[in-house]
């Protein structure tokens, strides 16, 4: 399996940035880290800095979309869902307390990244000022999160090449343990 996916990314790897550019405008740190981490080890060929540019395009102009979302929508659609008001409302509570702190770094805030632009939007932070943070902290969060998953890469095949065989037997134990355990309760009579 492992061959196939390094067989494909070397043939096909230009479609890593497309993918990285779409997946990212709606949620991206997973495929980031990924594909960065893949560049420190088995894929060498992926172009750091494209990859940060992909990703800081495709988050920019997803939170673009649900800023302007928010900019015009945004109070109504709270006000029918009152679910997603309640977990808006600490998104509020942080754009009160300082605008560009809250612009700049709620792509790192758990919890609320998703309905900060959204948020923003509703705020009425004004659309120039919103574009301008909003290009900064993409390219911050794209840069921190290529490089991160860069290092992380390069550790894990570290460590990986260093305790291979301890894994692998772990692997192996867990396997046996699942089905030990799956068996023995399909094996015990039904309670009376």
């Not at 990986?160 to 030990?180: E, N, P, R």
Request: net charge positive; proline share 6%; glycine share 8%.
């Amino acid at each position: 399996m492992e061959e196939f996916a390094l067989t494909f990314i070397n043939e096909h790897g230009y479609l890593i940035y497309p993918l990285v550019l779409v997946w990212t405008f709606f949620e991206g740190e997973t495929i980031v880290l990924v594909v960065s981490a893949l560049a420190a080890t088995s894929a060498p060929f992926i172009n750091l800095p494209l990859l940060a540019t992909c990703a800081t395009v495709g988050t920019m102009a997803g939170d673009q979309l649900f800023y302007y979302l928010g900019r015009f929508y945004g109070t109504p659609f709270l006000a029918s869902r009152p679910k997603l008001a309640a977990k808006a409302e600490r998104g509020f509570e942080l754009l009160r307390r300082g605008e560009v702190p809250f612009i700049l770094s709620y792509r790192f805030i758990y919890g609320v990244r998703n309905v900060s632009p959204f948020v923003v939007g509703v705020g009425g932070i004004p659309p120039l000022r919103f574009l301008l943070l909003n290009f900064i902290a993409s390219a911050l969060w794209a840069a921190s999160f290529t490089l991160g998953g860069f290092f992380l890469g390069k550790v894990l095949e570290q460590w990986l090449d260093q305790y291979k065989w301890h894994m692998i037997t772990a692997v192996v134990f867990l396997i046996g343990f699942i089905f030990l355990r799956n068996r023995s309760k399909n094996s015990a009579p039904p309670p009376a």
